[in-house]
C-alpha cells in the first residue's frame, strides 16, 4: 500500500523559515521524480519545486532562491526547506510521487505565514 505523508507544516511569520517532510511507503522511492505543490484557496495547485530520481531540481520563479527541495533516499523522504517565507507563500502544501504513468498524492499540509 502506497502512503505519502508530509509533515512539518504550521504557522510562521515573514520572514521566518519552515521545514517540510515528506514520507513515502510503499514504494521504489530512489525511482521517483519527487514534488511539492501548493494550492491557495479558489486556485489550481500548482508545482512549488521538484527533484527528479537524479538529483536534478526546478523552482517556480516565486520561491526560486529562498526554498530548496532535496531528497534522502535511504529515508524514502523528501524535503523542502522554506527561508525568507512570505504571506503569499500562504496555502497548503502537497507532496508527490511520479514514476512513468503512477502518481500519488499526500493529503498536504497547511503553511501560514502572517504576521
Known amino acids: 500500500q502506497v502512503q505519502i505523508v508530509e509533515s512539518g507544516g504550521g504557522s510562521a511569520q515573514p520572514g521566518e523559515s519552515l521545514k517540510l517532510s515528506c514520507e513515502a511507503s510503499g514504494i521504489m522511492f530512489s525511482s521517483y521524480n519527487m514534488g511539492w505543490y501548493r494550492q491557495f484557496p479558489g486556485k489550481q495547485r500548482e508545482m512549488v519545486a521538484t527533484i527528479s530520481r537524479h538529483g536534478k531540481v526546478n523552482y517556480v520563479d516565486s520561491v526560486e532562491g529562498r526554498f530548496t527541495i532535496s531528497r534522502d533516499n535511504a529515508k524514502m523522504t523528501t524535503y523542502l526547506q522554506m527561508d525568507s517565507l512570505k504571506s503569499e507563500d500562504t496555502a497548503v502544501y502537497y507532496c508527490?510521487?511520479?514514476?512513468?504513468?503512477?502518481?500519488?498524492w499526500g493529503p498536504g499540509t497547511q503553511v501560514t505565514v502572517s504576521p
Open positions: 508527490k510521487a511520479q514514476w512513468a504513468q503512477y502518481e500519488y
